[in-house]
């Protein structure tokens, strides 16, 4: 079925089980979407503005904020444009051409891109490579320590990505946190992967800022929208107000996502809080999954057992079918498809991601027989 301009209805939610990580945690309830249809217009959420989108009253934007400010364990929140965006809005706060900022051995590359538009230094920790990645929350204070040996400035900054996008991987965020405020150094949490999935308290975890995805993990659909949150001191030198525009937050332009994707997320607030508390549940189909796979000769990568939704796979018996079958690299993607399942981006064979987030337990039996069925049909 095709509406105007030849933009094809988008049914694959509906029809198949999408393996895909980066819409797994992003996809919208029913009352989300009927929400959102009258404010699909421009600035839609601005008929009652006050003069900033984080003072909006109707729809209830400025109590949400502080709403989720505490859900997350923080003191402040605004809404931004993507995660990127709030990484960005804490790098060029906190700091000033040349100076440097410490990322993970997993770190997203929006992490570097945000860090070379404000014209920081990077230095990054080393991961224990294949085949769990791991990285080493403690190495944070080693490389800080090495910064001001070598450059004689402290960092600014340390970003920790909490669940990484290629393997999964979960850092413990506390003990992060502590080696960088042993060194006198704020830590920025990118919870891209987490929050909106599984609990996440940054006063808890002892976290200066929080940056997240709500288009990817808090069920707020395809529009482009993140949070910021931040603790004490750091609220007030991010949170900041423009001197000539009084009411506007600086870092976000004044205003940041104000359309749709703003009440989806508002609509699937209360889900969000509640799903929540059923993440052990999701860990433990991932698990079962995993395990599956490997039975069949699918490796997983990244830490075992894992602790996300999100897992990377490498498969040679899945290679070695496309060496000699017809659809050559593709026939994985067309063999899923008659199965039900998409996700796995066509031409990959040895190596893909999956996520099994809001998956049922029949559909995960689904998912380990369509391999099983693949591998028996088609395998040496």
């Known amino acids: ?198 609990r996440v308290d940054g006063s808890r975890l002892g976290v200066d800022f929080i940056a997240a995805s709500c288009h990817k993990s808090w069920a707020a659909g395809g529009g482009n929208i993140g949070l910021l949150a931040a603790n004490g001191e750091w609220a007030e030198k991010v949170f900041r107000n423009s001197s000539d525009y009084e009411i506007k937050p600086l870092e976000i332009l004044g205003c940041s996502t104000r359309g749709a994707a703003a009440v989806a997320l508002l609509a699937s607030y209360p889900k969000v809080k509640e799903r929540v508390g059923k993440w052990g549940g999701e860990v433990d189909k991932a698990r079962r999954l995993m395990a599956g796979l490997e039975e069949l000769g699918v490796r997983q990568l990244g830490e075992k057992p894992t602790n996300h939704d999100l897992n990377f796979l490498q498969s040679d018996v899945l290679y070695e079918i496309s060496q000699t079958h017809k659809k050559k690299n593709y026939y994985l993607y067309s063999e899923l498809k008659k199965r039900g399942i998409i996700g796995i981006k066509p031409g990959l064979t040895r190596h893909f991601k999956i996520s099994t987030y809001g998956k049922t337990e029949k559909q995960c039996d689904h998912i380990l027989w369509a391999f099983r069925d693949i591998i028996e049909k088609h395998g040496p």
Not at 57 to 73: C, M, T, Y
Not at 81 to 89: L, M
Not at 142 to 167: C, F, M, N, Q, W
Request: proline share 4%; with cysteine.
């Open 1 to 198: 079925m095709k509406l105007e301009q030849d933009i094809e209805l988008r049914v694959r939610e509906e029809d198949y089980i999408n393996l895909n990580p980066l819409q797994s945690g992003g996809r919208t309830y029913p009352e989300t979407r009927k929400a959102i249809t009258s404010y699909v217009d421009g600035y839609s959420v601005c008929d009652w503005c006050s003069g900033a989108l984080n003072c909006i009253r109707k729809p209830p934007i400025q109590s949400f904020l502080e709403d989720v400010a505490s859900f997350l364990g923080m003191d402040s929140a605004l809404l931004t444009n993507g995660c990127r965006e709030a990484k960005y809005a804490v790098m060029h706060s906190l700091a000033s051409s040349k100076d440097f900022v410490v990322v993970d051995g997993n770190a997203h590359y929006s992490t570097f891109v945000a860090a070379e538009r404000a014209g920081l230094r990077v230095e990054q920790l080393d991961s224990t490579g294949e085949p769990e990645y791991l990285v080493d929350p403690e190495a944070f204070g080693d490389k800080i320590r090495e910064i001001k040996k070598i450059h004689g400035k402290t960092p600014k900054l340390a970003v920790l990505t909490h669940v990484d996008g290629s393997y999964g991987n979960l850092v413990d965020a506390e003990k992060a946190a502590s080696a960088c405020h042993r060194e006198g150094v704020p830590l920025l949490l990118n919870t891209a992967y987490s929050s909106g999935r599984m």
